[in-house]
């Protein structure tokens, strides 16, 4: 097999590229500079020289508050760019993995979404681009995987993890939101999870995040500190009392992970056990 990532300069295509690797399967990993995912005639012709099986793509514009002053770009990326390879995927008739984020959905209430469900009601440019990257990829194509994912980390990039150690050295106390409710992704074994998955053909939507249960952003700070041993005081505050970010946050990044399971796939680790060895793969 012989499969095709983009994004790779980020923190979940790296860790893809080395799991295909690790598992014997030819990797053809793509950042802007070999292709640029908005050049449909780019998208063609790296994809189609490539000869590849697969294509999972992690590309995308992420950053969620900048996104709402520059829309335009952020959805010639996230939807164009994820459009012109679902194009070329159907051409090629080849399976195609798309990352994707619980923002496509509004955040509210409290019940775990579903995988399947279609209730979409994005609060941001950015969920709006990537759950238009979606439906170009379910419209045109069968053979696919939508997988979603929430509070992503890994060695290869910026991540909360990352702040909340810089942030923790400096100050005595810091503050962080109690108020929206997730489970972190440790890149590493979502890694695992999608090689897994792109070998089969169970395709559709899945959401994928590591077990453990869910906690809030003030919950995963605590025990951040705990296991790299800072003494920094953390105090919870709602997200009115934190100020507004210029986008809007989901409360409920609840994702229902039970599907992983249903189809024999191998769920992840349970979050605190990732962070524990995150922590001892990066400096800090």
Request: hydrophobic letters at 35%; glycine letters at 8%.
């Amino acid at each position: 097999m012989r499969v095709l990532v983009t994004g790779v300069k980020g923190q979940l295509g790296y860790d893809v590229v080395k799991e295909l690797e690790s598992k014997g399967i030819e990797a053809v990993g793509v950042d802007i500079e070999e292709m640029d995912i908005t050049d449909a005639e780019a998208v063609d012709k790296v994809i189609t020289e490539s000869n590849v099986d697969a294509v999972i793509h992690c590309a995308a514009y992420t950053a969620v508050d900048a996104a709402e002053d520059n829309e335009e770009i952020c959805r010639k990326i996230n939807a164009g760019g994820t459009k012109n390879i679902a194009n070329v995927c159907k051409k090629l008739n080849i399976k195609m993995m798309y990352i994707s984020t619980d923002y496509v959905f509004d955040g509210q209430g409290t019940e775990p979404w579903e995988p399947d469900c279609k209730e979409y009601k994005p609060l941001s440019v950015y969920g709006q681009t990537k759950l238009e990257g979606e439906l170009s990829v379910s419209e045109t194509l069968d053979k696919f995987f939508i997988v979603r994912i929430a509070w992503v980390f890994g060695k290869n990039g910026n991540n909360f993890i990352k702040t909340m150690l810089n942030v923790g050295k400096k100050y005595d106390t810091v503050r962080v939101v109690s108020d929206q409710i997730g489970t972190p992704t440790y890149t590493y074994d979502l890694a695992k999870l999608l090689v897994e998955m792109i070998q089969s053909d169970k395709y559709g939507y899945y959401h994928a995040t590591n077990e453990g249960g869910y906690i809030s952003w003030y919950d995963f700070t605590v025990e951040i500190f705990k296991q790299a041993g800072y003494e920094t005081k953390v105090v919870p505050v709602t997200t009115e009392e934190y100020g507004l970010s210029k986008a809007a946050r989901p409360f409920n990044s609840r994702l229902d992970k039970s599907k992983i399971v249903k189809n024999g796939f191998t769920p992840l680790p349970i979050w605190q056990d990732a962070l524990a060895r995150y922590l001892k793969e990066i400096e800090f």
